[in-house]
């Protein structure tokens, strides 16, 4: 157990919905990541939050947003969603910079 | 072209053999280095963590980095049928502000049979 907690782990809707997915953070990181893995892009990098700011950006969508609370846990939004945007999405942390990501159990998107 | 190649497989390997993972890579300020193993349904679990050129070792597993031809491994001794999965090579620069934003590769798919 990373100690990465994601809820929830399947989510099914539909296009142009929006969904929210939760990240809990191993206890003591102030970092969090979230990242999309599919099966022709493989596991893309979207945002990085240090200690409730926004660090990092990847290749994410103007539909997708992100943030971390006060608690250090995280929500990625997706919104307008498509078809396409079936993935699974995961949420890793780190202690600091010189120390590796811990991913946790991903959140499974399908939408219909 | 990707800035990481990794061979997806499938690879398939008897119980007992020894494993050889590659990756390689074209930015060369990569400086950390990352093997993941992710089982079905499950997120990346870390494996080895490496930072510049050498070797590591760890109970079975053995990381070795190549900046010069900027090429990584990974050696499983011993496989064992737990060893099946899908193993993920990641990297990060140093200038890229933090080791977070790794870039992965595609991951190859392992099976170990019994």
């Known amino acids: 157990d990373s100690g990465v907690t994601q809820t929830p782990k399947h989510l099914i809707t539909a296009t142009g919905q929006r969904v929210t997915l939760r990240c809990s953070p191993r206890?003591?990181?102030?970092?969090v990541y979230w990242y999309q893995q599919s099966l022709d892009q493989g596991l893309q990098f979207l945002i990085q939050y240090y200690n409730g700011e926004e660090r990092a950006k990847g290749n994410i969508l103007e539909r997708f947003s992100a943030q971390q609370f006060p608690d250090l846990h995280s929500e990625l939004n997706l919104s307008s969603l498509e078809l396409g945007d079936s993935a699974l999405y995961f949420c890793?942390?780190?202690?600091?910079?010189?120390?590796?990501?811990?991913f946790g159990n991903g959140t499974r998107l399908t939408v219909t | 072209q990707k800035e990481v190649e990794q061979d997806p497989g499938p690879l398939s390997v008897p119980e007992g053999a020894i494993v050889s993972l590659n990756c390689t890579y074209s930015n060369s300020a990569f400086q950390y280095f990352m093997w993941y193993r992710q089982y079905s349904r499950k997120g990346p679990e870390l494996l080895m963590y490496?930072?510049?050129?050498g070797n590591k070792e760890d109970g079975r597993f053995t990381a070795q980095v190549d900046k010069s031809s900027k090429y990584i491994s990974l050696f499983i001794r011993d496989s064992q049928p737990s060893d099946s999965a899908t193993y993920l090579c990641?990297?990060?620069?140093?200038?890229?502000?933090?080791?977070?934003?790794?870039?992965f590769g595609q991951g190859t798919t392992l099976q170990v049979k019994p």
């Open positions: 890793a942390s780190t202690e600091g910079r010189e120390s590796p990501l811990h």
């Open positions: 990641a990297m990060s620069a140093r200038s890229s502000g933090n080791t977070g934003k790794l870039i």
């Open positions: 490496t930072y510049s050129s």
């Open positions: 206890s003591g990181d102030l970092s």
